[in-house]
């Protein structure tokens, strides 16, 4: 005699283990997915805090240039032409920092910092 509910159970658990496998599969792909983003995260992170460190160190740079030819007896003018060129050689220095090509004038652009020369 033929045991029909041992063949039903055999049955069911080969669907299973079929599900299990596409189941693996897409959970397998989704968690790929999440590291590449994670990573590409990271990565931009990185990239904006030395856009940050890039701009708070020509700023720092220039307010020093300017005070010292303050007080050096220059005017503000000549001060401020001073400091401008202090905050393109760090600017130049700078690792991601490019010269402002869409404004037509020689800006620089550090993430959402714009220093106008």
């Not at 599900?19 to 990239?47: C, P």
């Not at 940050?52 to 307010?63: F, G, N, V, Y």
């Not at 050096?72 to 490019?98: E, F, H, K, P």
Request: include cysteine; proline fraction near 1%.
């Amino acid at each position: 005699m033929i045991n029909h509910r041992h063949l039903s159970q055999r049955t069911v658990g080969s669907r299973r283990r079929g599900a299990i496998a596409v189941l693996a599969l897409l959970f397998t792909v989704v968690l790929l997915g999440m590291v590449a983003f994670a990573v590409d995260l990271g990565y931009v992170l990185s990239a904006q805090e030395e856009l940050q460190r890039s701009a708070d160190a020509a700023a720092l740079a220039t307010c020093w240039s300017y005070g010292q030819e303050l007080v050096d007896g220059c005017s503000a003018y000549d001060a401020s032409q001073t400091a401008r060129t202090t905050a393109s050689q760090y600017t130049a220095l700078s690792r991601g920092v490019i010269p402002s090509t869409t404004t037509g004038t020689s800006d620089y652009v550090f993430s959402r910092v714009v220093l106008v020369q």
